[in-house]
């Protein structure tokens, strides 16, 4: 039923309407059809403004030199576009949410274990990862400049973590990159956007890394590329959870089955799913006596 009247996530906190009773039902709706006509038709400072006096229950969200804010007591997150509703109804679900999703729930983080996450957006999943382990060593790509401006200004005070404005492929060469308007779906692949811009690509196995806990891998369909260009790299790796949905191209395809090909014929073996988003957990069957141990 929220699908049927398009409301945001962030009004549902992913959970079906359908099984609450009638007066929290319409209050949802009527919460969610606002918060929808408030995404569609404002932006900027007013869109932060309406937001903040109807709907940020934890935090609140500003924009400033051309980027979106989000702000609570202990946090400070900057967006490039109208993602910055995702904390507002509450960072450490979100965070939470997050690491559940890539299947972190199942894994046992170390302190100073390298986490190298390929397509991190503005660092979210960083925070994740913190949830278990604060003392770790992160390395994260990001493609897009803007999204990337982010992700450094995001985590510049941080511990243990290296930046890379690059994307991740199986060569290392330039390619044009696709940005959709919310950011959520820009990729190598064009998803049916017309804003295209030329940024550098390069393999995880040209970075030499040493032994590795967890790789993530979010690539909005690109995740066989990024995959191809770390076979050096994976076999130092004891955890790859990537996102294969439905995400490659105009036509929305998974890159499931080519994922689990790929890292199967490479050692590794598939041992969680997020039917959710398609998110799949592998282990590196070579090393996993040694974690299990």
Do not use: W
Not at 213 to 242: C, Q
Not at 262 to 289: D, T
Request: hydrophobic share 35%.
């Amino acid at each position: 039923m929220s699908e049927f009247i398009n409301i945001p996530d962030y009004i549902t906190k992913n959970q079906s309407i359908d099984n609450l009773n009638k007066i929290l039902k319409i209050k949802i709706l009527i919460k969610g059809k606002f918060l929808s006509l408030i995404i569609n038709k404002t932006s900027g400072k007013f869109f932060s403004s309406l937001v903040n006096f109807f709907f940020s229950d934890k935090g609140k969200i500003y924009f400033e030199n051309d980027l979106y804010i989000y702000k609570d007591k202990e946090n400070k997150l900057f967006y490039t576009n109208k993602r910055v509703l995702r904390p507002t109804f509450g960072f450490e679900e979100l965070v939470n949410e997050l690491g559940e999703d890539y299947l972190l729930q199942f894994i046992s983080i170390l302190e100073n274990d390298l986490i190298v996450d390929c397509g991190a957006n503005i660092g979210e999943f960083y925070h994740s990862i913190r949830k278990k382990q604060k003392n770790i060593n992160y390395i994260a790509f990001e493609p897009d400049p803007r999204t990337f401006r982010c992700l450094e200004l995001n985590l510049k005070n941080q511990k243990g973590v290296q930046l890379f404005n690059s994307g991740l492929g199986s060569s290392n060469t330039e390619l044009s990159f696709y940005i959709s308007e919310d950011g959520s779906d820009s990729s190598f692949i064009n998803p049916g956007v017309n804003e295209e811009i030329k940024v550098d690509s390069t393999t995880l196995d040209s970075y030499k890394f040493g032994k590795v806990k967890l790789i993530k891998i979010e690539a909005e369909g690109y995740e066989p590329e990024v995959l191809f260009g770390a076979k050096e790299t994976i076999k130092n790796t004891t955890f790859i959870t990537v996102d294969s949905g439905p995400e490659r191209g105009v036509e929305g395809k998974t890159t499931l089955a080519k994922v689990i090909d790929f890292l199967y014929e490479n050692g590794f073996k598939l041992i969680e799913f997020n039917p959710k988003r398609y998110v799949c957990l592998f282990i590196n069957e070579n090393q996993k006596e040694e974690y299990y141990s």
